[in-house]
């Protein structure tokens, strides 16, 4: 048996390395480090830990992550097809990436097997709603969007989703009512920033439910990009 630094068993020979019974690294390997020993006959027990671009390049072996106890992904984001990569290795313990950011298409496809983490998946562009949910529903520690999209029912429905968007564009137009819930979330949330058109009808636009001199929507009509009213006004209107 031979216990070495992970640098110093991926230097070793194949005589020496391929002699032993077994080969244990001390410190954690890169990916290339952990592909070398891997490459050896004799077993060999080692933990990863690289950044994700360089686990991500042909260096690293698919036989160095299977035969990693942990891994751990360090670093800046990297591609989905990286971390799709990362995350089928066989290694008999968990998988830990710091960061992936790809397009809403490429992250969706991505499953986090029980006990691996993606810690920050953030989607890129512009994600549907419908993709948006798809993508929260992963997994990951924190999950983030670039924009989202979508109608503004399908947007209220999933307001808590939208909200991890840095903007979010409601397309078509919303009753007065559905910008006031919009804009609510908007004024509660100083991290996302809701675009937003309203259309309806004169009477609902001017509601003033407690009587009291104050429009219902009058704060929502404010930061909205377009009002129009749907029917026809009078003079005095």
């Known amino acids: 048996t031979i216990t070495d630094t992970s640098a110093n068993l991926a230097a070793a020979s ?39 671009a360089n686990l991500g390049l042909d260096a690293t072996t698919t036989a160095g992550l299977n035969g990693a106890g942990t891994i751990a992904a360090t670093g800046s984001a990297v591609t989905a097809a990286i971390a799709t990569k990362l995350l089928s290795a066989t290694n008999s313990g968990a998988t830990t990436i710091a960061a992936v950011t ?11 097997p029980t006990g691996d983490v993606i810690t920050t998946l953030t989607a890129s562009g512009t994600s549907t709603i419908a993709d948006a949910v798809t993508i929260n529903a992963i997994g990951a520690g924190t999950t983030a969007f670039a924009t989202v999209s979508g109608s503004g029912a399908d947007i209220i429905s999933n307001i808590t989703v939208s909200a991890k968007a840095t903007n979010v564009t409601v397309t078509g137009t919303v009753t007065a009512a559905q910008a006031k819930t919009i804009n609510d979330a908007d004024d509660g949330d100083g991290d996302t920033a809701y675009t937003y058109s309203i259309s309806d009808t004169y009477e609902n636009l001017m509601l003033d439910a407690a009587q009291d001199g ?17 029917d026809d006004l009078n003079l005095a209107q």
């Open 102 to 112: 790809d397009t809403s298409s490429a992250v969706k496809a991505l499953s986090i």
């Open 14 to 52: 194949a005589a020496s390395a391929n002699g032993a019974t077994s080969l244990t690294a001390s410190d954690n390997a890169t990916g290339a480090q952990a592909s070398a020993i891997a490459a050896f006959t004799s077993t060999s027990t080692y933990n990863i830990s690289d950044t994700s």
């Open 214 to 230: 104050t429009f219902d929507y009058a704060a929502a009509m404010v930061d909205a990009t377009t009002i129009t009213v749907t």
